[in-house]
């Protein structure tokens, strides 16, 4: 037996051992993808395949912590109902012994080729970071796994997540990046053949104008085209918060501008929070029938993690729904899938509200609000607020750790006009003024709490409930 083939061992006893404590917990969501046991974080190769929806996600299988990463993996072939694949990638190479840290996935002359980061820690704990990739036949099984890319100078070992496109008849990658002054940055290379890679330089960095001091380190960056512009979207770490923005660890965001492949150089805008939630990190993007749709990791790197519920019953976080990204008026603005209507089961409130209405709800449910709603309360213990004087919306809820109220809150740029949230046992996404902003959050209400109240002057309320059940942990993947 090969380290590859221990460690697939190790991880699915390990699954084996946890699964009944954690599927009936219940916290653990009905319709979004978690792990079966252990850690997820990053949502990775995001991609559609041979008619396949592919998401890899990093996975410690473990344990509930940080530690030498692996990575999961579902498909799907109508983006609601999922199926947990074998392990695709383990950190069984001295490239990756690490972890196998995270990328994209491209289709290149027919096989699902992953590129990854392997990291790599001596026994002083010195870093060390390799652009990696893998590849695949099937879209299940992953061999050749080789080196593309090593350290290049005047960048420290924090120097990962490779994202690769196609532009014209170049393959391009992008990577989060940290110099050696300690400053967040991308960096683009650029290959005519998937094997030989060029270093193009930094596109753009925490002094590039308008962005001051912003961050030590940008991780999992990612470039499209909406419309007839371009997005860096990034997650930058070291920022301070300024009132009711970069309230969280971690940030991210996005800039619109333009990729100048030539020169590599993203001239670009200020920055946007993509999310205005508590737990919200690590977005990718893939293109699917014209549509840009995005995937992110309900969580936040260094934020509480293991102060979660769920922890005690072996595992945590989970992943967002996919979105639909558009680019109006220089913004972007996320609704969930038209897709996800299939989730619904049963129209189980509509009515108007004049004043309060209450009512119980599924806790795997849509709710959407049309008109100036002043509140709405879930479950006895999140609560979001309107302020039609300010335009301020704010989001509330006790904090895990130790019960005290915390808030989120964002200025819109009209009045309220409709909500949509998504809840889903232990977790909420909020799209406001269609997706103009959006709050993506955890709720560890209660379990047996299923109230709904809703305040406000003629308002249009409609919930649905929703499936329970379609994500197929099967025992039988490995």
Request: aromatic share 12%.
């Amino acid at each position: 037996m090969n380290r590859d083939e221990k460690l697939k061992l190790e991880a699915y006893t390990a699954v084996d051992n946890q699964w009944k404590s954690v599927k009936e917990d219940p916290y653990f969501p009905g319709y979004h993808l978690a792990p079966p046991a252990g850690l997820l974080n990053d949502p990775n190769g995001w991609i559609q395949w041979k008619g396949i929806y592919h998401l890899f996600f990093q996975w410690l299988p473990f344990e509930t912590a940080h530690g030498a990463k692996f990575w999961g993996h579902f498909t799907s072939q109508n983006l609601t109902d999922w199926t947990l694949e074998p392990i695709a990638l383990t950190p069984s190479d001295s490239f990756d012994k690490n972890g196998c840290y995270s990328g994209s996935a491209i289709d290149a002359d027919g096989k699902l080729t992953l590129f990854y980061t392997g990291n790599v820690k001596n026994e002083q704990g010195l870093r060390q970071s390799y652009q990696c990739t893998a590849e695949s036949e099937d879209g299940i099984h992953f061999t050749n796994k080789s080196v593309k890319i090593e350290l290049p100078e005047g960048f420290t070992p924090h120097f990962r997540d490779p994202k690769v496109w196609k532009h014209e008849d170049h393959w391009y990658m992008v990577i989060g990046a940290q110099t050696e002054e300690m400053q967040g940055s991308v960096v683009l290379f650029e290959s005519a053949d998937l094997e030989n890679w060029t270093n193009k330089g930094i596109i753009s960095h925490a002094n590039q104008r308008p962005l001051e001091r912003f961050g030590y380190m940008w991780e999992c960056p990612d470039v499209f085209t909406l419309g007839d512009q371009e997005v860096l979207l990034f997650s930058p770490q070291g920022l301070k918060a300024e009132g009711i923005h970069f309230n969280n660890q971690y940030q991210s965001g996005y800039v619109v501008g333009e990729l100048n492949y030539k020169k590599a150089k993203f001239t670009h805008g200020d920055f946007t929070e993509i999310d205005r939630g508590f737990e919200f990190y690590a977005p990718q993007t893939t293109v699917d029938k014209g549509r840009r749709i995005l995937f992110g990791w309900m969580g936040v790197p260094d934020q509480n993690e293991f102060d979660q519920p769920t922890v005690k019953n072996g595992w945590v976080h989970q992943l967002t729904l996919p979105r639909e990204l558009k680019l109006i008026n220089g913004h972007i603005h996320q609704m969930p899938l038209e897709e996800m209507k299939q989730l619904r089961t049963a129209k189980t409130v509509n009515s108007k509200v004049n004043g309060t209405f209450s009512d119980s709800i599924s806790r795997t449910s849509e709710i959407e609000i049309e008109g100036k709603m002043e509140k709405l309360t879930l479950f006895g213990n999140m609560e979001v607020s309107y302020n039609e004087e300010t335009q301020l919306l704010t989001l509330e809820r006790p904090s895990y750790v130790d019960g005290r109220i915390e808030c989120r809150s964002c200025h819109l740029k009209d009045e309220l006009r409709n909500l949509k949230v998504w809840v889903d046992h232990s977790s909420l996404e909020i799209f406001v003024n269609d997706g103009e902003e959006v709050f993506t959050s955890r709720l560890f209400a209660n379990p047996e709490n299923q109230s709904l109240a809703v305040c406000g002057e003629d308002v249009h309320l409609t919930v649905w409930a929703l499936k329970n059940d379609t994500v197929d942990y099967r025992n039988d993947y490995k």
